[in-house]
């Protein structure tokens, strides 16, 4: 009994700590300086470790990741075709396009883009190519107490946030919503999203750096961010609130979505409804119509890449109209991978491999608003809104559907290759040497 009555007394203090020292400083957007004190310890031993790692393995090992597999020739196919063809159709013209193929084939710039960032050096986490950890002993005992520290301490305290941070949102917007629509509704709304994202990111042990907070999203606007994670909404949720886009799900998540849609004016759509695209962009017009409803928060990729780069933006965005208020996120590989591969992992695994990292560390940058100019499509729209989340980034910009993820190429682009070729032949002269030797066969 007297066991019984200790543990329970030990589990109050403990509910009473976190309460004291996380979920009310998240409640009142302060921070009491825990967060930075374990970055900073952190930041140490990685240091720690990136230089005992480079007295071990001396230092052009260390630098071996960030070479790629192959070196690519960037010599554009209008200049190789150019050269190619001074003379006569010859077979050995063929060899630029078997180069390209084969290149494609060891290391595609789209593929590549779906699997985790390799780092440059070693960050004590079991994720790598190479057994770091049997290098050397002081690296292995370093190792092995940050594997106690993760899944031993870290983990429980993390699940443990999560926990009373998903049950605060479902309960508090589910109390929210019975009040009747209003200036208050809408505050205390927001409040709670706030709060429990607040909370949700102390889970991550995050650590988000908000640049340029005079360009944040305004109500009645699109906000519109590159795309690696299911958390990005959560880190940006954390500085502003925003109406979520997106296709009704089932189970926790059915749940969160049905009690979080009762309080705020979220954007969900039936499986049969999205792949209406008139009638996604007649609800989402009438939502940017009413200035006094929150910014709608859209990720244009439609699926996750890998934090190195930006790709194809579905136009769709930027089909309704109003005003874009573009923001560039990039995590930090070094202290975790935020990376969802979702053909690789689910859900559940996902979330433990993020919680079992030593932290979430990224930069958001606010960009100016953009809004679309005459003369300008929805494609080149969506083009310059990418581009300009790139350049703030750091991030590669390409050209390539996120789709191809799950699907294969479309006909469409490998006849606008052809297409190209053909011009090409055309302005150098060329087809009718072609001819000519094809006649002969």
Known sequence: M?????????????????LGLIVVPSALGISLGISEAYMWVLVKTL??????????LFSHVVTLFSQGIIERDETPMEVEIARLHRADFEFSHIFYFCRKGFEAIVEDEVTQRFSSEELLSWNLLTRTNVNFHYISLRLTIVWVIG?????????????????????????????????????????????????CSRILVRALSGTIRYHNKENRPQKGGICVANHTSPIDAIILTNDGCYAMVGQVHGGLMGVIQRATVKACPHVWFERSEIKDRHLVT???????????????????????????????????????????????????PQFGDAFWNS????????????????????NVWYLPPMVRQENEDAVQFANRVRSAIARQGGLTELPWDGGLKRAKVKDTFKE??????????VRNGSTESTRNNVGVF
């Open 2 to 18: 007297e066991v019984v009555c200790a543990a329970g007394q030990v589990g109050a203090l403990c509910v009473a700590v976190m």
């Open 47 to 56: 240091e720690w470790a990136t230089t005992r790692l480079q007295k071990e």
């Open 147 to 195: 594997v106690i520290v993760r899944y031993c301490f870290l983990l429980p305290l993390r699940i443990t946030l999560a926990t009373i941070g998903i049950t605060s949102m479902i309960v508090g917007t589910t109390m929210v919503g019975q009040l009747p629509n209003g200036s208050v509704k809408n505050y205390l709304s927001e409040v709670v999203h706030l709060t």
């Open 282 to 332: 007649k609800r989402l017009r009438e939502h940017v119509a009413d200035k006094t409803k929150l910014p709608i928060l859209i990720f244009p990729e439609g699926t996750c890449i890998n934090n190195t780069s930006v790709m194809m933006f579905k136009k769709g965005s930027f089909e309704i109209g109003g005003t874009i208020y573009p923001v560039a996120i990039k995590y930090d």
């Open 343 to 362: 053909s690789k992992y689910n859900i559940v695994s996902y979330l433990l491999r993020i919680m079992t990292s030593w932290a979430i560390v990224c």
């Open 416 to 425: 606008e290759q052809q297409k190209n070729y053909s011009k090409m032949l």
